[in-house]
């Protein structure tokens, strides 16, 4: 079975793509250096496993030997490991530069002296910006707004050029709005899904920035892991030096989303509406056949199912914990 790096193992979408190659037999080095990641996304895994299965790695990305020493022996790298916030890239755009820029540049050094044969990267949605038409293809031009969109975009072009230079393989997925189980909800820069749930869930009224008529393409985490899985096994004359699209190709707005949600929860109270966030796009909608034709990508697990799954992982973790706040007002 082949070896696999997996970058940000210990985070939300990492976790998840190092579930699903244990389980299929492989071997998986994960990565973290844990600043958001958790070790306990990892350690049920490493326990049913075993370290030989699953080793753990406490890398930053940023560390250029201790990276390039991790793709050592490596076949194929999934490369999620980010600081993923594009507020936070507007509060600190030289932390998130360090470590989205400079960590897949020594990413891919790291491979190409190691002779990996693949990278697939975590690209974003966010490179797009506001400017192109709807839906979002993967031949119109990027128009990057915040820091982190930038950094993104970068990495895609690096992966490019390694594959046209050095022939290292190389597929970019454009994640869009990625959500599911396991989403940190506790940190100012989490997602808008994981904070809307977890804030319902006790009873916290959550904030909308903007009008709240933004839209995004929400996937569901499970359609993610398949692109993946399928981004890495598609033959190198479809995919290599290519980006696509990864998404459901169906944009909910945020007040749509929110009505959504709080109708599962059983929430009652309505929004409050806070001012729009610095960097942020207004609309985020992709068209998939790109990786549909190319990858055989077929998204299995629609939003509102999605919305289901995820808000009752939430449940689950609200009723067994730890969370602070008691649920009031529902
Ligand atoms: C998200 C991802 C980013 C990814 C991009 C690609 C996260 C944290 N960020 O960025 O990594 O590359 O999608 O599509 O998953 N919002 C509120 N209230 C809140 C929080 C957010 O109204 O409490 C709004 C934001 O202003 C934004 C929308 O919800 O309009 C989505 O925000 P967020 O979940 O942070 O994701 P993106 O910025 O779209």
Redesign the pocket.
């Known amino acids: 079975m082949a070896v696999y790096l997996v970058t940000g193992a210990a985070g939300f979408i990492g976790s998840w793509l190092t579930q699903a190659l244990v389980e299929r037999g492989d071997t998986v080095r994960a990565l973290d250096n844990f600043s958001t990641g958790k070790r306990e996304n990892l350690a049920p895994l490493i326990g049913k496993f075993g370290p030989k299965q699953i080793e753990l790695l406490e890398v930053d990305l940023r560390d250029e030997q201790a990276v390039a020493k991790a793709c050592e022996g490596v076949e194929i790298i999934f490369h999620e490991g980010?600081l993923?916030?594009?507020?936070l890239s507007v509060k600190d755009p030289r932390t998130s530069h360090t470590a989205n820029i400079n960590g897949t540049f020594n990413l891919l050094e790291g491979a190409r002296h190691a002779k990996v044969k693949r990278v697939v990267y975590a690209a974003?949605?966010?490179a797009y910006g506001n400017k192109n038409p709807l839906p979002q293809k993967e031949s119109m031009l990027p128009g990057p707004l915040s820091p982190?969109?930038v950094q993104?975009l970068v990495g895609e072009l690096y992966l490019r050029s390694y594959w046209e230079v050095y022939g290292l393989e190389t597929v970019a997925l454009?994640?869009?709005?990625?959500?599911g189980p396991r989403?940190a909800p506790d940190s100012p820069?989490?997602?808008?899904?994981a904070?809307?749930a977890s804030m319902m869930l006790a009873g916290e009224q959550?904030?909308?920035?903007?009008d709240?008529e933004?839209s995004?393409?929400f996937t569901y985490i499970e359609n993610v892991v398949q692109a993946n899985l399928k981004a890495a096994a598609a033959p190198a004359e479809k995919v290599a030096g290519r980006m696509f699209n990864c998404a459901c190709g169906k944009p909910y707005t945020?007040n749509e989303t929110y009505k959504l949600m709080a109708e599962i929860i059983g929430y009652k109270n309505p929004p409050q509406y806070?001012p729009?966030?610095e960097g942020?796009?207004k609309h985020?909608y992709a068209d998939i056949s790109a990786a549909r034709e190319a990858l055989g990508y077929d998204p299995k697990v629609d939003f509102l199912e999605g919305l289901r799954r995820t808000v009752a992982w939430y449940g689950e973790q609200y009723e067994a914990s730890s969370w602070s706040a008691v649920r009031t007002n529902t």
């Open positions: 980010a993923p916030s594009v507020p974003s949605s966010s982190y969109a993104k454009r994640y869009f709005n990625i959500f989403q820069y989490s997602g808008v899904m904070k809307f959550p904030t909308i920035h903007g709240g933004q995004r393409d945020l806070g729009p966030r942020d796009i985020s």
